[in-house]
């Protein structure tokens, strides 16, 4: 089922709105119980298996992707957000998936640099339904640089996923950063496409290039969108002026980026919009627990 501007997902937070593409009703679970004995492991993973990672593959052929951006329709783009201009933009994809409710849609997400050379940073509702914890998402696959029904670089099976414990349970830090497999010949992502910086605790501010695969019209998730704009505090996280919706969910907000090189630093993804009309994105703030998700999978 497509999602429709009445499905996207509500955080918990009130004013905002998620990215996914295709969404439900948000299903709240109460947060487990913490003894002092055993502290719960800040971060959560999902792995798939050899026969999961090879048949999710195989489920994305040309034709289901052409079928879920025709299935998909929120709107038209809006003026702040402008088809990207600039060399290839190889980091940057889409982060294709089948949800919790059995339904393809797809994320956008970015190659950064890794000591396994195989990093991918995303929003966890991408991942995961928040506070739900048996509602996570199959058959995940990373197309970098992906336009209009073309992968150049080829496709990456995701192979494990890791997020914040307090968004499986609580619905808050919606980061995830995920690790893909090699490509059919071997090849590490980033030996291919390259990755971005990374940065954590970086103060807020300053312009910010957020990036995504809107399923807005005429693009229907086919070309990469990109809104500029100065990133501002916004009750815990950070906002700048954007009208990019569903399917933008985890593309990169770059800092210091140039169209010229490609090139800027991540310091945090596409997570949620002010209203189903959207005029600001917010992201999460990379702090210490962004920096424990990430190094999970970079050393993965």
């Not at 509500?10 to 998620?18: M, N, Q, S, V």
């Not at 492991?41 to 994305?60: F, G, I, M, N, Q």
């Not at 992707?65 to 060399?87: F, N």
């Not at 569903?246 to 993804?269: D, H, N, R």
Request: net charge positive.
């Amino acid at each position: 089922m497509s999602e429709t501007s009445t499905s996207l997902i509500r955080r918990l937070r009130g004013r905002a709105t998620g990215l996914a593409v295709a969404g439900t009703v948000l299903v709240l679970a109460a947060p487990a119980s913490v003894t002092a004995a055993a502290a719960p492991d800040p971060v959560s993973v999902l792995t798939y298996t050899v026969k999961e990672r090879k048949a999710a593959v195989s489920y994305w052929t040309a034709a289901r992707i052409k079928a879920v951006g025709k299935s998909a329709d929120l709107g038209p783009t809006g003026p702040k957000a402008k088809p990207y201009k600039g060399v290839a933009l190889k980091t940057v994809g889409r982060l294709f998936f089948v949800n919790a409710n059995g339904a393809d849609t797809w994320c956008t997400a970015t190659a950064v640099k890794s000591a396994n050379r195989s990093a991918v940073m995303t929003a966890a509702h991408c991942v995961r339904r928040g506070s739900s914890p048996g509602n996570t998402n199959t058959d995940m696959v990373f197309v970098p640089g992906y336009h209009k029904g073309k992968r150049p670089y080829g496709t990456f099976a995701v192979r494990s996923a890791a997020t914040p414990r307090t968004w499986v349970y609580d619905s808050t830090d919606d980061l995830s950063a995920l690790v893909v497999d090699a490509d059919k010949n071997g090849r590490k992502l980033t030996d291919v496409v390259g990755g971005q910086a990374i940065a954590f605790n970086r103060p807020v501010g300053g312009t910010i290039s957020a990036l995504g695969y809107s399923a807005t019209r005429p693009q229907l998730g086919e070309e990469l969108l990109r809104c500029v704009g100065t990133a501002k505090k916004a009750d815990g996280t950070q906002a700048i002026p954007c009208d990019m919706t569903g399917g933008s969910s985890g593309g990169p907000w770059l800092a210091g980026f140039s169209t010229t090189t490609g090139k800027g630093t991540l310091v945090s993804v596409n997570a949620s919009l002010d209203s189903l009309t959207p005029t600001k994105m917010y992201g999460e703030i990379f702090g210490a627990t962004a920096k424990k998700v990430y190094d999970r999978a970079q050393k993965a």
